[in-house]
């Protein structure tokens, strides 16, 4: 249960006169403030599309449909960091989100989020408030001079050569997508290190906030604070990592239900803070408690960034990129994804895999922690009953390894599922699992039966005849595995929607699945090999032992 603590007071502040100037709608000069200048791309309620600052976004949230960044890492942790501000801001009647004392009570800060979803609209005195304090000002300017957002200035003090010269990473290693280093992966654009391409200053921001949660791991630009020049770091919180948020009708909605819930095990005798909101920490001191909401969600970066600003603050020439921390990061559930038990018993985050498409993880996020072997993220529950049926999820994901390997990343949204929760319609939410494991099971064995049909066709030293056994070779699975399951896949999404559909709820989900793994088996194999006997002897296989799904042994 969570414990009082002094909440951040907002009231009784002079605005600065940037702030003035800035609520007018100009940029602050000298510098790029991200409070006002339109860095968030966004659609708009009427189907238009605009660019804002944060005090823009929160003052029109409520007209806003969705946040349109293009780099998905990018938006996961903007999300991350709209949340506690949301918390901040959203109130009724004197009492605001973030407040521990309503915390105290579950019900209490329950029912203090349904009168705030109500009202429709944050304040746009609170977000002035907020964004006005005295001691926040210049700590959203993404190049002010002593607390630049989300950077330490210290590093061009202390990411210097051997001669003490200035050593900074480049801007390459700041865009996420283009290649560096071992990074060879080329998501977008083609650059060279001999010949960085400036980004400009909004887009820089996405791409600071895209390193800060999903940086690398290992050899890092050489950071020297004591004699040591140490030069490796831990890879960023959400590394490799998927993020599943409820996502509202309009953007309000979305803020308000992303802030997590107050049932967290954190440290409620500390004062909660973002990183924009207090000093700058000591990197070989140890790390502050994780605290609701702020630092379990923006304060467990362990990577420290500085962009370098061309002479126009418009672009960013250079930046500097190493570690933050080695203290051992600090554990905290975080609030938007699955856990999946590992073989040890222990859960983890689940892993994000560019070739999964999002309706695979929904009885994941239907279903209730009941099930052994998969966690709900915990923003998913307690959401309430009247919304369900306009809420959709959305996803971001970012397929890498845990070094320094970058994939694909990708962005997914369902269509209106969380009415379908196991609290609200139990026999939807298992009807959901019954087809979603029919589908996985389709495609286990679609993918062994074309390694084995693919094993008779080439190889003459193995028996042909149904029964025999085959000893398949991990190295080499031959092409119409793959084949088939890239076909396979979108088909089972298909059939997978359909059997969805209100009305058509049945027991017998088998069928259709096996049905579209048949057709991917024969498309990969290709009408023309058919011709071959041995193909044909295994392709009879290999449907054999799809069909063999159907039997009452193999039913779902």
Not at 141 to 167: I, T
Not at 192 to 206: F, G
Not at 324 to 349: A, C, M, N
Not at 446 to 465: C, E, G, H, Q
């Amino acid at each position: 249960m969570p414990r009082r603590r002094r909440s951040r007071a907002l009231g009784g502040f002079a605005l600065p006169v940037s702030w003035v100037e800035g609520v007018g709608g100009d940029a602050v000069s000298g510098g790029f403030d991200l409070r006002f200048e339109p860095w968030i791309p966004v659609r708009l309620l009427t189907g238009g599309s605009a660019c804002v600052g944060l005090c823009e976004l929160f003052k029109r949230a409520h007209e806003i449909e969705d946040v349109e960044i293009p780099v998905p890492p990018a938006a996961a942790g903007l999300m991350r960091i709209l949340a506690p501000i949301a918390a901040r801001i959203a109130a009724d009647g004197g009492d605001r989100l973030d407040d521990p004392d309503v915390a105290e009570d579950i019900d209490d800060w329950f029912d203090l989020r349904e009168r705030v979803l109500k009202a429709g609209r944050f304040d746009p005195q609170a977000v002035d408030a907020y964004f006005g304090q005295d001691d926040l000002e210049g700590r959203f300017d993404l190049f002010h001079p002593e607390r630049p957002f989300l950077q330490d200035p210290r590093l061009v003090a202390e990411c210097v050569d051997a001669k003490g010269a200035p050593n900074p990473s480049g801007v390459n290693k700041l865009v996420m997508g283009r290649p560096t280093g071992v990074n060879g992966a080329v998501l977008f654009g083609h650059f060279t290190d001999t010949a960085p391409v400036p980004v400009p200053a909004a887009e820089a921001a996405w791409h600071l906030i895209a390193q800060l949660y999903y940086g690398p791991s290992g050899q890092c630009t050489p950071r020297r604070i004591t004699d040591e020049r140490a030069g490796s770091g831990d890879a960023a919180p959400l590394r490799k990592s998927v993020s599943y948020f409820p996502w509202g009708p309009e953007l309000f909605t979305t803020l308000v239900l992303a802030v997590p819930s107050p049932q967290v095990e954190v440290d409620w005798e500390a004062e909660d803070a973002c990183p924009w909101e207090e000093d700058l920490a000591d990197p070989l001191e140890a790390l502050p408690p994780v605290t609701w909401p702020g630092r379990m969600l923006t304060g467990r970066f362990r990577h420290a960034a500085l962009l370098v600003p061309s002479e126009d603050g418009r672009t960013v020439s250079d930046a500097y990129l190493t570690w933050s921390t080695h203290e051992p990061p600090r554990k905290v559930q975080d609030p938007y994804q699955i856990l999946d038990r590992r073989k040890d018993g222990d859960f983890q985050p689940r892993e994000a895999d560019g070739a999964r498409a999002l309706w695979r993880d929904l009885d994941s996020l239907l279903l209730k922690d009941s099930r052994q072997d998969a966690r709900r993220p915990p923003a998913l529950e307690h959401l309430p009953r009247w919304l369900l049926p306009r809420l959709r999820v959305r996803a971001y994901g970012f397929d890498q390894d845990g070094q320094q390997k970058d994939s694909v990343w990708f962005r997914a949204t369902s269509p209106q599922v969380l009415q379908w929760q196991e609290e609200n319609d139990p026999a939807m939410a298992y009807h959901v699992k019954r087809c979603h494991s029919a589908a996985e099971q389709a495609g286990d064995r679609l993918d062994f039966a074309a390694r084995i049909a693919w094993k008779i066709a080439t190889d003459s030293s193995v028996d042909p005849s149904p029964k025999a056994k085959i000893k398949l070779d991990a190295r080499k699975p031959g092409p119409w595995a793959a084949a088939a399951l890239t076909r396979y896949w979108p088909a089972a999404e298909t059939q997978f929607w359909q059997l969805t559909e209100p009305g058509r709820t049945t027991d017998t989900v088998d069928r259709p699945f096996v049905d579209a793994a048949l057709t991917a088996l024969d498309e990969a194999i290709g009408q023309a090999n058919r011709a071959d006997i041995r193909v044909a002897r295994a392709r009879h296989r290999a449907r054999s032992l799809l069909l063999a799904l159907l039997q009452p042994s193999g039913s779902a």
